[in-house]
Structure formats: C-alpha cells, structure tokens
Nanobody, 117 residues
Framework: QVQIVESGGGSVQPGGSLRLSCVAS????????MGWHRQAPGKQRESVAA???????SYGDSVKGRFFISRDNAKNTAYLQMNNLKPEDTATYYC???????????WGQGTQVTVSS
C-alpha cells in the first residue's frame, strides 16, 4: 500500500507559476515511479508528467517546456513545477505512484489548480 497526499494547488493568473508537492508513504519511495495527472470538468484524466525511480522524466505534449517534474527521495516527495500557466491548465491535479507494470497504481485525493484572470 502507498498513501499519497498532494498539496500546493491554488488560483493563479495566466503566466503565473505554482509548485505542487506529493508525499508518498508506505513503501520505499525511491523504488516508486511517480506521476502527475490532471482532470478538467467534463474531460478525461490525462497524464501530465512522470519520473522513474532512476530519474527519467517524461511529459505530456501540452505541458512540455512549461512543467517540470522532480523528486526528493530523502523527503519521500515528488514535485511538479508549473510555469507560464494557461487557463487550459485549470484542472484537478492528481499524484500517482506505482512500482511498475502489473502492480497497483495508487492515487492521491487531488489538488485544484485554477488559472484565471
């Protein structure tokens, strides 16, 4: 079992920045693949970014160059730095974790990000 708690959401104007945090406990954090996803009202959940246990990062096309994922294994925490935010980034952001294929994917409760002028 992995327990996940996100924080850092809020409201920001277009062009602004936010940093989301995700604390994962209950398993060896350094072994976890960490991911950020988002879901806007009326839309499907989409993958935003992921970082492997070895630090390999990947991003969704809509956020490349603006969002950056990182991890601090000493703090059991993954981060999502979001820059140059746009209104279309408005969504509930979820952190997820897994040990890999054929293992469960654990979700946090989500944190709301609203980008509006």
């Amino acid at each position: 079992q992995v327990q996940i708690v996100e924080s850092g959401g809020g409201s920001v104007q277009p062009g602004g920045s936010l940093r989301l945090s995700c604390v994962a406990s209950g398993n060896t954090f350094s072994s976890l693949i960490m991911g950020w996803h988002r879901q806007a009202p009326g839309k499907q959940r989409e993958s935003v970014a992921a970082i492997s246990s070895s630090g390999i990062m990947s991003y969704g096309d809509s956020v490349k160059g603006r969002f950056f994922i990182s991890r601090d294994n000493a703090k059991n925490t993954a981060y999502l730095q979001m820059n140059n935010l746009k209104p279309e980034d408005t969504a509930t952001y979820y952190c997820g974790a897994t040990l890999g294929r054929s293992t469960p994917y654990y979700w946090g409760q989500g944190t709301q990000v609203t980008v509006s002028s």
